[in-house]
């Protein structure tokens, strides 16, 4: 089972940028995709983005144009690249193996790292 880790989170201002990583380890065979999700207090866990082992990318629309994830397939590690931060993007980022079969659509695995904070200061 592939075993995952993310880094980079921390505290920015509004308007600010932070990079998150993550590195996979483990069983990779049984998955084609990977994704961010994040999940603020109170609030469910909810998906920012994926991108396929292919390179095809989907975003939420609250992030489309400021957030990008790209993928390094030599390291196993899945990258997002956060812009023009807004005090809504605060919350703890999860990073998630699973299917794509097209389109939108991805199936998260119950595979997921420890999180990493993100906190955007107004």
């Known amino acids: 089972q592939a075993q995952l880790v993310e880094s980079g989170g921390g505290l920015v201002q509004a308007g600010g940028s932070l990079a998150l990583s993550c590195a996979t380890s483990?069983?990779?065979?049984?998955?084609?995709?990977m994704g961010w999700y994040r999940q603020a207090p109170g609030n469910q866990r909810k998906r920012v983005a994926f991108?396929?082992?292919?390179?095809?990318?989907n975003y939420a629309d609250s992030v489309k144009d400021r957030f990008t994830i790209s993928r390094d397939s030599a390291k196993n590690t899945v990258h997002l690249q956060m812009d023009s931060l807004k005090p809504e993007d605060t919350a703890v980022y999860y990073c998630?193996?699973?299917?794509?079969?097209?389109?939108?659509?991805?199936?998260?695995?119950?595979?997921w790292g420890q999180g990493t904070q993100v906190t955007v200061s107004s």
């Open positions: 998630n193996v699973g299917r794509w079969s097209g389109g939108n659509k991805y199936q998260s695995y119950d595979v």
């Open positions: 483990g069983s990779t065979v049984s998955f084609n995709a």
């Open positions: 991108i396929t082992l292919g390179g095809i990318t």
